[in-house]
């Protein structure tokens, strides 16, 4: 009886690989966006514009088949637990070997820029070991400072070729 469980889960397994559903998953953090106005009555926003943006590529990818993405809360506590000062001129780098320590191989990151009533946003993803952005930006999107949200739909379809296989 056990040996026939055993060959049934194998062949499972061997059907499984080869309908193309165990896909290596690429693991990838989403940070807050970069407040590149200073304004420290936006950095709400940077932290709303990142979150809406991880959890609209999570939709995008609801079984994890080509790409998982990490919770805020773990990035949150690696980077917590080496201790990082933000006033760091070196923090940045030190926030991306927390990640590499995570197993992290992609880090998908924005920035954001007021102008008057609209803002300017702009969002990359990184390879972790060359800390290069990938040819698949999200460059130029403006939107209403009330509407900021509405540009995470496009930011997300814009970023996507970098995340999931053609």
């Known amino acids: 009886m056990i040996r026939l469980l055993l060959i049934l889960t194998t062949a499972v397994t061997a059907v499984s690989i080869t309908a193309g559903t165990a896909v290596a998953q690429t693991r990838i953090a989403v ?3 970069r407040n590149m106005d200073g304004k420290i009555a936006l950095n709400a926003m940077a932290v709303q514009l990142g979150d809406s943006l991880r959890a609209t590529l999570e939709a995008a990818d609801p079984k994890q088949e ?3 993405v990490v919770p805020a809360d773990s990035v ?9 000062d933000p006033t760091n001129p070196q923090y940045e780098s030190d926030v991306w070997k927390a990640l590499r320590a995570m197993g992290i191989e992609k880090v998908v990151q924005g920035n954001f820029l007021t102008e008057g009533e609209r803002v300017l946003m702009n969002a990359y993803v990184y390879d972790l070991e060359t800390k290069m952005p990938d040819a698949a930006q ?5 939107k209403q400072r009330d509407a900021v949200l509405s540009a995470i739909p496009v930011i997300a379809k814009r970023l996507l070729p970098a995340l999931k296989p053609q």
């Open 138 to 142: 999200a460059k130029n999107v403006y």
């Open 66 to 68: 080509f790409f998982a």
């Open 31 to 33: 940070l807050a966006f």
């Open 76 to 84: 949150e506590m690696a980077v917590s637990e080496v201790n990082l």
